[in-house]
């Protein structure tokens, strides 16, 4: 079936770095355009970044702006959140979607960042 | 970066109506903005239930619909269910970058 599946979260001491995963499953990656979501506990949801489908086009929020990077390799079909400067308010749980209408949503990785 | 702005809570009695709204901080909210709304209950991922203002997914209930009201985003839910009781947010678009709103809090009471 469409799938999205997350990866990569875990807990990290501030100023760490991570990398999560998103691998696409059923459907033709190289197609769409794909975003980064968090959802801090207890919080609202935050959009964080897209990348188009080619990986021309990526736009990010202020608040990770310089400090995560957003990445896709068509070819593995997977995309990825490179978060480095990690600070406590980035502990979150981190959905992929696939843009076109925000349809498919991966359930989610934790990341903690605590000492 | 702009602000988007839901009222925090709601509540509507089994059978009601009720609207619910999406301010920008940057003036009115205009198709242009390609407004989302989403449905999230506890535990579970969001789903998206009015893209691009008033288009509805296959599995979005007949009784919500989404529309431009008063210089705001707005989705209205006629004639409320016990499972409707969840989390609603919208998403605005701004020349690339996206904003999620603060979330409404609906209780169906």
């Known amino acids: 079936q469409v799938q999205l599946v997350e990866s990569g979260g875990g807990l990290v001491k501030p100023g760490g770095s991570l990398r999560l995963s998103c691998a696409a499953s059923e459907f033709t990656f190289s197609d769409y355009y794909m975003s980064w979501i968090r959802q801090a506990p207890g919080k609202g949801l935050e959009w964080l970044s897209y990348i188009s489908s080619t990986g021309n086009s990526i736009y990010y929020a202020d608040s990770v702006k310089g400090r995560f990077t957003i990445s896709r390799d068509n070819a593995r079909k997977s995309l990825y959140l490179q978060m480095n400067s990690l600070r406590a308010e980035d502990t979150a749980v981190y959905y992929c979607?696939?843009?076109?209408?925000?349809?498919?949503w991966g359930q989610g990785t934790m990341v903690t960042v605590s000492s | 970066q702009a602000v988007v702005t839901q009222e925090p809570s709601l509540t509507v009695s089994p059978g009601g109506t009720v609207t619910l709204t999406c301010g920008s901080s940057t003036g009115a909210v205009t198709s242009g903005h390609y407004p989302y709304w989403f449905q999230q209950k506890p535990g579970q991922a969001p789903r998206t239930l009015i893209y691009d203002t008033n288009n509805k997914h296959s599995w979005t209930p007949a009784r919500f619909s989404g529309s431009l009201l008063g210089g705001k985003a707005a989705l209205t839910l006629s004639g409320a269910q016990p499972e409707d009781e969840a989390d609603y947010y919208c998403l605005l678009s701004y020349s690339g970058a996206r904003v999620f709103g603060g979330g409404t809090k609906l209780t169906v009471l």
């Open positions: 979607a696939r843009e076109d209408g925000y349809n498919i």
